[in-house]
């Protein structure tokens, strides 16, 4: 329980965010770091054409292209280096000082690295009619860092969100190049943090008291949901394949714990001393999205796949927190602009790719991909360092023996920068402007072993 609800607030954003979107995500905190084989083709596979174990994410009804037994283990490794440029020094907002607000100052984000794992493994019956899979996957993620005298201390300093979909799936070919399939998702969100420094100045005007040097917050919180999404292939000849998938929105509850220390004053008169602590919950939402895949063929060399995505972020519309075992008073202080309104935009996302089998052995591939922010100006927060992306994607496939083959991949990861503008609360000293920016590699390798055994 003691994860805290920072998984509420990480998740809630994260989610819009889409952290580091690589399989055609949206933006927020959604990481769609699926597998290898997608990575290195611009982010693509819901035509479900890449023969990629883990198509029971991307598109369930691909089960059925799948022959025999398949089973892939992926480890995919992501460094990103977030930045923020202050635009006007701090007397510009409020009257704390910063230093590191000066005008063109950069401060921030230290290069943040992650491991994601994955894994994928589907068997098809004898005649191709039934197939089933099992893919573990992690769509949804995030992890920033910013130093403690940035000026957006105030809204992070660390955050943190790990989320693993689980997901069961069947598929049937219903006739000659039509198949469908369906998938159970089940989501834990198992670990999510939210740091930041807590502005004792303002708090304790606002108590009638006198000023105080920053204290600390951190929000953690874990908790599960579940979901499902369900797929269409349509192959009207060989040369072409067309895949349509739905995700439902996901309500994951969050359960946790909010813990504050450096308090002084008036602040740690109401919280009974400099520190305190308090259980909390509050709901995450995995947002609805719908993704269309087209896959051309021109021989058996070639493959090219164009897909797009579009992501329903209203679910994830406000983050309300529920702190529990609270006086009267200490609720009033901490609900203070709770709940947290995003204001989400709905997002379309692109991406297109290539694949080139250069004999028996030997696959290349690359590709491109846009995301596009969900979260506009006026719900911009520093924890999910909500950008644009453009990536440019290399990969390749060697058969190391008739059996066991392996995929590796690159992506080059640019985020178009913010200008964000956010004068905060009058004489709070927790507003800054300027713009954020950020540059990210992406290194992804698999293992997939193939067998003629079936159902």
């Not at 399989?23 to 035509?47: D, F, K, M």
């Not at 921030?108 to 589907?122: K, N």
């Not at 009207?236 to 439902?248: D, M």
């Not at 913010?418 to 990210?440: D, E, L, M």
């Amino acid at each position: 329980m003691k994860r805290r609800l920072q998984t509420l607030v990480a998740a809630a954003l994260s989610l819009t965010m889409c952290g580091q979107a690589f399989a055609l995500g949206s933006a927020s905190y959604s990481s769609e770091l699926i597998s290898t084989r997608s990575l290195g083709q611009g982010g693509t596979g819901v035509a479900g054409t890449q023969d990629d174990p883990v198509v029971g994410y991307t598109n369930p009804a691909g089960l059925t292209l799948m022959k025999g037994t398949q089973i892939s283990a992926g480890l995919s490794y992501a460094n990103a280096h977030p930045s923020f440029k202050s635009a006007v020094n701090s007397s510009g907002f409020g009257t704390s000082v910063y230093s590191k607000s000066s005008a063109g100052q950069v401060s921030g984000g230290r290069a943040t690295s992650v491991l994601v794992p994955s894994f994928g493994a589907t068997i098809r019956s004898e005649d191709g009619r039934w197939a089933a899979g099992m893919a573990v996957v992690s769509p949804y993620g995030l992890e920033t860092h910013f130093s403690g005298d940035s000026p957006v201390r105030y809204q992070s300093t660390d955050s943190r969100l790990r989320i693993v979909d689980v997901t069961p799936t069947v598929a049937y070919k219903v006739c000659s190049g039509f198949s469908v399939g369906v998938g159970y998702d089940y989501y834990n969100a198992a670990e999510g943090q939210l740091d930041k420094a807590v502005n004792v100045n303002a708090l304790n005007a606002s108590l009638s008291g006198a000023g105080g040097p920053d204290g600390f917050s951190r929000l953690n919180g874990t908790g599960d949901g579940s979901g499902y999404h369900v797929g269409v292939t349509l192959r009207p000849n060989e040369h072409h394949q067309i895949g349509l998938v739905y995700h439902s929105s996901v309500r994951i509850g969050l359960r946790g714990d909010y813990e504050v220390s450096g308090l002084s004053g008036n602040s740690a008169a109401v919280f009974g001393g400099s520190s305190f602590r308090t259980d909390a919950t509050a709901p995450l939402f995995i947002p609805q999205n719908v993704s269309l895949g087209y896959s051309y063929m021109p021989n058996k060399n070639w493959m090219l796949e164009a897909d797009a995505a579009w992501y329903d972020w209203y679910a994830a519309r406000e983050l309300s927190v529920v702190f529990e075992n609270v006086t009267a008073t200490q609720n009033k202080v901490l609900q203070a602009g709770n709940p947290t309104v995003f204001h989400p935009r709905k997002t379309l996302n692109f991406g297109f790719g290539a694949n080139y089998k250069r004999g028996d052995k030997l696959q290349l591939r690359g590709g491109a991909y846009y995301q596009g922010a969900a979260l506009p100006e006026s719900a911009f927060d520093a924890a999910f360092i909500d950008l644009p992306r453009y990536a440019v994607t290399v990969g390749a496939s060697y058969a190391l023996t008739p059996s066991l083959g392996m995929d590796l991949a690159y992506n080059a990861v640019f985020f178009h920068g913010r200008a964000i503008n956010a004068p905060g609360a009058a004489n709070s000293g927790s507003g800054y402007s300027g713009t954020f920016n950020s540059f990210a590699n992406i290194v992804s390798a698999s293992l997939t072993y193939r067998t003629a055994a079936s159902l």
